[in-house]
């Protein structure tokens, strides 16, 4: 059994996602972007994004990694994606980041009012009796920030990385809470106009032994082990 | 710029493996002096009147359009506020993406073997205790010292410090702040040079 549902861009949305699920996040139109925030089990333990790029070596996401706990459980890894690179240095957008829009309201604009990840993700996470505390480094689905080869490290969001149709699909490797917005990218140069997003959530094929995350990388093995151990 | 009045408040050392929590009042100066070189020093910033308002790393590296922290690096809040500013910098860059190791991070990076070794998090969960900073508040830190190089091919490795005995990285405090320090018991790779190593807390303000 599957579901669907779409979120409009500028949106903010959670769910619950039940442990060996596929989730597929299909972007609904160019330079789409997905900040998404995830919570293990317990509603506390919750996505760790440095873990999760040192225990792989890896400054960006992509498949086959494990997005990775606080307490070093697999949260869910990522399966497949037609795109190799998911940011996940650079955070979700605040208020200040739509400032260059001019002002927006619900009485003014209806549902077209523009909303922050922020703001979004705080209302969701307070539905589930959570709150800004629980805000964590996000993965922006979609989108890719560069990494120059300077002193620095300099960052630049780059255009045209992802278009309408790019998928990227996580199993869920323990009942997860997924909390996501569809709010600009925060190094967006680009007019408003976020592009929407489908979440499609149905049921995953128990890994095979050839699994392409449990045979990326010992420390993806090690995290779900770990994280098998305490879901059987 | 030092003040006439400025006095020298804190002088104290941070042996390996184990951490402070410290109040720096706003223009206050902290240094942390890394005594034997090669040394990180695992660092999380909140406001001392509200810890919800606390350090985000990737804030910082968004907002300053770079990964490295330097001299200048604006330390800020999940609110965008300034907490804190680099104001002096001997050691040349230091890490904000690669948190802090935990027990269980290290089962995942180094094996079974390595669950019950010391660990950051341990520390910044005692420290942080009688300040009210519990799991729900451990953001992701600032690692000073410590050098993890990322590529534009998006890689991202653990190498040997560039620092060196004596370098050190000085903060001044925007707005009134609690400090919270762990000095790395790291064994299993080469962020404390394979040794940990006492660093010196320097304090200054009126
Ligand atoms: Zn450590």
Known sequence: ?232 | MTSTLEATVIDTVVQPGDGALVEVPAGGRLRIVDLHGNQAVDTLLYDAHDIAHRYSAFDTVREQGAVFLTTGSRLLSNRLDELAVITDDTCGRHDTLGGACAQESNVVRYGEHTRHQHACRETFLRYGAPAGIGQRELGHNINFFMNVPVTPAGDLTFEDGLSAPGKHVELTATRDVLVLISNCPQLNNPCNGWNPTAVQLLGWWD
Request: hydrophobic share 45%.
């Open chain 1, 1 to 232: 059994m599957s579901w669907a549902h779409e979120v409009p861009g500028g949106a903010a949305w959670s769910t619950p996602v039940r442990a060996g699920r596929l989730v597929t996040l299909t972007a609904l139109g160019d330079d789409a972007n997905v900040s998404v925030l995830l919570f293990g089990a317990d509603r506390l333990d919750r996505l760790n994004v440095p873990d999760t790029m040192k225990a792989q070596m890896s400054a960006r996401i992509r498949p086959p990694m494990v997005l990775m706990s606080d307490r070093g459980l697999a949260l869910a890894s990522v399966v497949s994606s037609t795109s190799d690179w998911h940011d996940c240095l650079t955070g979700f957008g605040h208020d200040a980041h739509l400032e260059r829009f001019g002002p927006s309201s619900y009485a003014a604009d209806r549902n077209d009012w523009r909303r922050s990840a922020r703001s979004g993700l705080i209302s969701e996470l307070t539905k589930h009796g959570l709150g800004e505390a629980d805000l964590h480094g996000p993965v922006n689905f979609f989108s890719k920030v560069a990494i120059a080869d300077d002193a620095s490290a300099s960052l630049a969001w780059q255009a045209g990385h992802t278009t309408a149709g790019d998928q990227v699909v996580l199993r869920t490797e323990q009942d997860v809470l997924l909390v996501l917005s569809t709010a600009p990218h925060p190094l967006s140069g680009a007019a408003y106009g976020p592009a929407g997003v489908q979440v499609e959530v149905g049921s995953a094929p128990w890994p095979a032994e050839d699994d392409a995350s449990w045979l990326f990388r010992d420390e993806s093995a090690r995290a779900l082990e770990m994280c098998r151990r305490v879901v059987a």
